[in-house]
């Protein structure tokens, strides 16, 4: 029988991964349907994401194991400094994209803002992960998030 947290990870870990599928299964359906298949900042934005959100819910699975079994996950944990850096460089390069393809091929206004809006809602699964929980906000500041705690242990180690 699971206990609570066991409960909550599991909640965690498949909501990521779930999200994931869902924005993957969306972009190619309106990418076919509304022709947006020629959006190199849409569809790198939407891989950005699901990376970030995958990231997430191998970390949450990996601590819902360790809870389970009691086998840390050690390897994927000490990936995680990594994972960070590899990151910070895709958001840049997706904002250079992003500003390159409204630039050059001039995409109409719903593509410009989808590409914004997928982009934005990375930058926020990012921060959401590697820096500070946004969703606890108490007493006038954030938390620290799990993985940002576990960077910083990873590194003092």
């Known amino acids: 029988m699971m206990g609570r947290l066991e409960k909550r990870l599991v909640y965690l870990f498949t909501g990521e991964w779930m999200s994931a599928g869902v924005f993957a299964v969306l972009y190619f359906y309106f990418s076919s349907e509304f022709a947006l298949s020629g ?45 960070k850096r590899v990151n910070q460089a895709l958001l840049l390069i997706g904002g250079v994209v992003l500003l390159l393809e409204i630039i050059l091929a001039a995409p ?3 593509v410009i803002l989808a590409i914004m809006f997928v982009y934005g809602f990375a930058v926020i699964e990012y921060i959401n992960y590697f820096h500070v929980q946004l969703t606890n906000y108490r007493g006038g500041r954030f938390r620290r998030s799990s993985i940002a705690k576990e960077i910083e242990r990873q590194l003092q180690s």
């Open 39 to 83: 959006s190199i900042g849409l569809m790198f934005s939407v891989a950005l994401l699901c990376l970030i959100l995958l990231q997430g819910g191998l970390y949450w699975f990996v601590r819902w194991r360790t809870v389970r079994t009691g086998k840390p996950g050690t390897q994927v944990y000490r990936q995680l400094p990594y994972w």
């Open 108 to 110: 109409v206004l719903p």
